[in-house]
Structures are given as C-alpha cells and as structure tokens.
C-alpha cells in the first residue's frame, strides 16, 4: 500500500492520515508530477570521485522550479557534500546507487542547528530537508555518511586489526594510546566547545567557526517539515545520528536499513524530536548508540518551545546492537504521549526498552503501551526506568517544572531469553514512576526484577528468571498489585 506507483502522469506517494488515535487511520495519498530528474542529466558522474553536490543540486532545483517530481540517482557511486531538498519531491535512490559523503569537511557550511535538543551551529547535514512538505527518500540504494572520518573510537571497542587500519589511516592517537581522533584539533577542543555549548546566550556562527572539525553532523537532518516518507533506502555510517526528524508531523518510516557499527560514537539509529503523527514500520535498524529513539527537547529550553513527541506507532521492527533498542528520552522536556510499540524485535543491544530521564528535564512521559516484544541477547536491563540518567549522586528537589514525570504505561507480552537484568525501575523520592502495568511476560536474566520509587505497579502473569537471590525486590512501592507473578532462581 505505500510503494510509490506510476499512476498516469503522476507519481503517488502513500501517506498516512496520522490524527493522534491509537489505531493507524486510513491510508491517504500525496501525488507528485510524473517528471524525472536524473542527476547523471545534470553532470554528475558515478565514479566515487567526482564531488557531485552542484550537479545533484541542480537536479533537485530543476525538480523545484518545475513544480515537483522525482530525482533519481542511478546505479553508480557519487560523491556529494551538504545538499538541499525541495517540497513536491522523491528523492529516489535506484538499485546500486550510492550517494557517498565527502570526507572534506569544508564541504559542509556551518548551519544553525539543534544538537541534543539545545539550539547551536553544526556542519550542515549531508541531506537536508527544511521547512518543506510533501518529501520522500526512496528507493534500494545507499545513503553512507562516511562517519569515520568525523569520529572518535575508544581502542577497546575494535579487534587489534581495525585499530591498526585507523591509526593508520591517520589522525592522532591519545597519551593513553586508547583513543584515537580524526584530528589533533578534534581531540584537543572538545572541553572548549562543551563550555561554548552550556552558555544560555543564543549561538553566533562566528564563534563556533574554530571548532568546525567537532560539530559533527546529523547524516539526514528532517526538520519542521510535514508529509514525509523514507521507504526503502539503506542509511549507513552516519557522521552523528544517522537519521533526525525534528519538528516535524505526518512522518512514515519503512523498509528501511539503518546501519551503524557498534562503535560509531553519539551512532543513533533514528531519533524522533518534537514530532508528532508517526508511523515507523517494517525497518531495522543496528547503533553505535540508541536505535529508535522519541525526544521532546532538553531542559530549559526544551520546555520553552514545549513541543511534545506523540502519536506515534512503531511497528515490525528490529534492533540490533546498540544503546537501547527502542528508547525514550533523555530529552523529554516537551513531554512524549500516546506511543505505541508493537510486534518488535531487539537482540544484543544493551538496552531492550529503555525509558529514561534526569532531574532538570521536567515533562510529562505517558500514554505508552508496549503489546509484542522478543529479546535475546541483552547485555544489561531487558526492561529499564530511569529517572538519574548519566547523574545518579542527583538530590531530591521540590517539584517543579524541572521534575520529569513518567507515568501510564501498558506492557505486555514481552519476552526475553538472556539479559544482565531482567527489569530495573528507579524512580524519583518526589515523583515516583506511577501506573505501570506489565502483564504476560517472561524474562529470564542474571539478575531478576529491582523497583525503587515506584507507585501503583501491577503484575498479571509475569514470570521472571533470575541466576542470582532475590528475583524479585522493592524498594519505596506504593500499590504493587501481584497477579500470578512466578519467579524462579537459578537452574
């Protein structure tokens, strides 16, 4: 139903009327014109060496100028910096096209941007779309990002021989010789920039053109715009976040492979920021750090634009490796609301269901339900509530805006062969974690089941497995319902 069709003279791309229910409405259509815009027509070439971003420019500009249609990339390797897409448009990618981002930094202007929910100045996305409607990616080819020339790499992740291949290839290598850097001004600036970042004034570009080797970008950047779609295209090798969709509403993701290795640095799959109406489907995706995750802004400023995350659908999709397998948070400061996670698959990602917030963020995290998850594989918590994320010394406060509030969760049947930890819940002393329910699940870890700060938990037929005593432990749980809650130690 949402492949893209020839239909007479125009091209139809499948949307969903998204409206905030909890079921997926009817399926509505958005044509495009039948014109096709081949970049090859335009002077780009499919050599891999050729930078090629004027000429897919022009093509995607011609494509604008003329009302819309389709601009497709043969099969062939082309060589691109930042481009811009354009409204009315496909952007499609056919079978044994690959756009490969150029390794030269200066082939990305600096741009104002969002970076971990905070407004800032980064290198312009390789594909952006801004402020546009009526927007797909399409196609079996490959978006790769050539993210190894932007990050850094910790010794201990790679085999002997992939950290020789890196150091070799240049860069500089730390004092501790675990480390290694694209650049000595990489290495060496990043407390400079972390300090620019923590100031509450608004970014100039002209402080930040010093840094211009740190401000790695998000590989495809989808920003206040509506009606969009990704169906089919490989996502590869991101510089930062693979995919970001921020500020946006009426988005549907499928049949799409999002790839990162296991230690690409800040390596997330596809975030979600402040956007709402969403269906991701049918897709899989593997990280260097979160796979799938829902965002609504950070802190202060987060809560001053309140743009919440909601009505979302996430459906048939596998995580693989990773932080967290499907995640919400940390930035939740513009609240997350009726998500629905359903039929997924998560194996060998840290995290399975990873829920989680700091003191400081506020928003209100509620209306989930989770109905049909299979784990195996998990290095840590199958399933994971925490409100003291990467600040677990954080005091208790009076309540405030600052105070995240997590509350109405529904999950079930969920299971899960292998974990560090079955399920871990460490709320907040001055607004615990409320109205969880978990029912039909079996996880089976080398620890069982931990709740602290916790209210009105209920278990209906939940066994959890544990190799080590207790199973099952409270701590501060106001209202723990237990309905034929088994739980078993060792063999």
């Keep these: 139903m949402a492949a893209i069709g020839r239909w007479g003279a125009t091209w139809a791309i499948v949307l969903l009327g998204l409206t905030g229910c909890s079921t997926i409405p009817d399926f509505r259509s958005v044509s495009f014109s039948g014109r096709k815009f081949n970049v090859s027509d335009y002077g780009a070439v499919g050599d891999g060496k050729t930078n090629c971003t004027a000429a897919i420019q022009k093509a995607i500009d011609a494509c604008a100028s003329a009302g819309g249609g389709q601009v497709v990339v043969p099969s062939g390797t082309f060589l691109t910096g930042a481009i811009n897409l354009a409204s009315n448009m496909d952007f499609h ?31 312009a996305s390789p594909i952006t779309a801004r402020n546009l409607h009526d927007v797909s990616i399409t196609g079996p080819g490959v978006i790769d990002g050539q993210g190894e020339a932007w990050r850094t790499v910790k010794k201990s992740k790679l085999k002997p021989e992939q950290w020789d291949k890196i150091v070799q290839s240049g860069g500089v290598v ?24 923590e100031s509450n004034e608004p970014p100039r570009m002209e402080d930040y053109v010093k840094y211009r080797d740190l401000l790695r970008p998000d590989m495809v950047a989808l920003i206040h715009c509506e009606h969009l779609l990704l169906d089919g295209p490989t996502f590869r090798n991101s510089p930062f976040w693979a995919v970001q969709v921020l500020r946006c509403h009426d988005v549907v993701v499928r049949n799409c492979t999002i790839y990162n290795e296991i230690w690409a640095q800040n390596g997330d799959g596809i975030g979600f920021d402040s956007s709402r109406d969403i269906l991701m489907e049918d897709s899989t995706v593997y990280a260097g750090d979160d796979n799938v995750v829902l965002k609504s802004g950070k802190d202060e400023e987060g809560r001053k634009y309140h743009l919440a995350t909601e009505n ?95 509350r109405d969760f ?8 292998s974990a560090g930890q079955s399920l871990w819940i460490n709320g907040l002393s001055e607004l615990p974690v409320s109205n969880l329910r978990f029912e039909n699940m079996r996880l089976a870890g080398d620890a069982g089941a931990v709740i602290s700060e916790a209210k009105d938990v209920t278990f209906k037929n939940v066994q959890i497995e544990s190799n080590t005593s207790p199973a099952f432990s409270t701590r501060n749980v106001a209202g723990l319902n237990l309905w034929d809650l088994q739980t078993k130690v060792g063999d």
């Design 93 to 123: 990618l056919d079978k044994g096209a690959k756009l490969l981002c150029s390794r030269n930094f200066d082939d990305y202007p600096l741009v104002y941007a969002s970076f971990l929910g905070k407004d800032t100045v980064q290198c």
């Design 174 to 197: 730390n004092a501790k010789g675990d480390q290694w850097w694209p650049s000595r001004s990489v290495m060496e600036n990043q407390q400079a920039l972390a300090k620019l970042r």
């Design 312 to 406: 979302v659908t996430i459906r048939r999709c596998t995580s693989t490796w990773g932080h967290g397998g499907f995640v919400l948070g940390s930035e939740t400061s513009g609240d997350i609301r009726n998500v629905h996670i359903t039929d997924c698959v998560c194996n060998g990602t840290d995290v399975g269901l990873r829920f989680k917030s700091v003191r400081g963020r506020g928003g209100v995290v509620e209306d989930i339900h989770v109905d049909g998850v299979t784990m195996s594989n998990i290095t840590t918590q199958a399933i994971l509530f925490d409100m003291f994320y990467e600040k677990a010394d954080s005091k208790p406060e009076p309540l405030s805006e600052r105070t995240p509030c997590f």
């Design 410 to 417: 529904d999950i079930r049947n969920v299971t899960c062969q």
